[in-house]
């Protein structure tokens, strides 16, 4: 009976966190941007808005659905060991080095990138690992200098930019590593 009554108030956490003041305060924003465009640009545009963010939401909440299996799954595969020892709290730099490769190999965009990190938070990395594999994939992410920089820039401005912005991940995660604030990412629920 205890399992089921732990089970119960898991849920209750859950849906207190997915029901919180952000959501709340997104649903006012949109609500009040929508009575906006009403007003100020009529109900064909609208209406118009609203089909675009119904197309938007289908195209995304799959691709939001497997990224979250994908955190899921890495929860489960990577042990938390393993995260302790490569990008935990008693890492060091190390962590952030490491943490730093990582985001730039990391593929996709946020639907990847912010699972991954929400995983390895739950799995036990440490606030700069977080804040430099984030930036590093955002700031040198191979994929985005492959697929976009280097066949639209040419590889005189994509070495500049990417030469200019290398080392500032491991500054980001450095920084983050030693500000004597504790992280609280909202984790999701642990598999026993």
Do not use: C
Not at 169 to 192: C, E, M, N, Q, S
Request: glycine residues 8%.
């Amino acid at each position: 009976m205890k399992n089921f009554s732990d089970h119960q108030e898991k849920e209750k956490s859950l849906l207190k966190r997915s029901f919180g003041a952000s959501l709340f305060i997104f649903l006012g924003l949109a609500i009040g941007a929508g009575f906006s465009v009403y007003f100020f640009k009529g109900p064909i545009i609208y209406e118009k808005a609203i089909q675009d963010a119904w197309n938007l939401m289908l195209f995304i909440t799959p691709r939001v659905g497997a990224a979250v299996l994908i955190a899921a799954f890495l929860q489960i595969l990577v042990p938390k060991e393993v995260v302790s020892r490569l990008i935990g709290e008693n890492a060091g730099v190390k962590s952030v080095i490491i943490a730093t490769f990582a985001g730039a190999l990391t593929p996709g965009g946020p639907l990847t990138s912010f699972p991954v990190v929400i995983a390895l938070y739950a799995a036990g990395a440490n606030k700069g690992a977080l804040v430099a594999y984030l930036s590093s994939w955002a700031i040198i992410g191979m994929q985005r200098i492959l697929v976009w920089e280097l066949p639209l820039l040419g590889p005189d401005v994509t070495a500049v930019r990417v030469g200019a912005s290398i080392f500032l991940p491991v500054i980001a995660g450095t920084i983050a590593l030693y500000l004597p604030i504790r992280l609280k990412v909202h984790a999701p629920p642990r598999v026993k």
